[in-house]
């Protein structure tokens, strides 16, 4: 990954990458949100209750945005084919996700169906669009360490081990915002090609 930086950690991959986009593209993605956010969903009960930002899916139909995947599918190596729609996530103060992991855990009534359209989550890519005036880090605590929200800046890492196991230290927690307001965009990557969301999205209530 060209212009990537490691995170010192033992045991998960993760990489931050200053730069990847620029203020205008930023601007122009916040303002793709913010004209279509709800509150964000999660296929775990509890995770729901957790989860308190407001999200949306973007359209590839959309030029920049079709340009924003293809650099993030170029960047990681992966096919464009494992990717699964982009989204934005918007958080006001007091707003959070509080810990959990990207990947699917095993024996839920959602596994069989998300295994389908595509295997387990691989990588997970996040792009800081701005800076909240306090709070807002990705923190990791497993791991022990944290993404401070850093405009354009792109974090990425990797939710499994080696072997292809859940991986703990993946696991991590958008800190609730202090003062204004956060916006990020997120892509998840699968095993294999993404179906789609269709079986999934209908175990979502």
């Known amino acids: 990954m060209p212009n990537a930086v490691r995170a010192p950690v033992n045991g998960l991959a993760m990489f931050a990458i200053p730069g990847f986009l620029d203020d205008a593209e930023c601007d122009a993605l916040i303002a793709l949100i913010d004209l279509d956010v709800k509150p964000s969903t999660s296929l775990n009960a509890a995770k729901r209750k957790s989860r308190t930002s407001e999200t949306c899916h973007l359209s590839s139909d959309d030029p920049l945005v ?7 599918n170029a960047m990681l190596g992966l096919p464009a084919s494992h990717g699964e729609t982009v989204q934005g996530q918007r958080y006001h103060p007091g707003q959070q996700f509080m810990l959990h992991n990207d990947y699917f855990a095993g024996g839920q009534i959602y596994s ?94």
């Open 66 to 72: 079709t340009h924003v995947e293809t650099r993030m």
């Open 112 to 205: 069989e169906a998300v295994a389908s359209e595509g295997g387990q989550r691989t990588w997970t890519a996040m792009v800081y669009l701005n800076e909240p005036e306090a709070g807002g880090e990705t923190r990791f605590p497993y791991a022990m360490i944290e993404g401070v929200p850093t405009r354009g800046t792109l974090l990425t890492w990797f939710n499994l081990t080696p072997q292809g196991l859940p991986n703990k230290l993946a696991h991590h927690q958008g800190c609730p915002v202090e003062a204004g307001v956060k916006h990020v965009l997120t892509k998840w990557y699968r095993e294999r090609e993404w179906q789609g969301s269709a079986a999934s999205d209908a175990l979502r209530t």
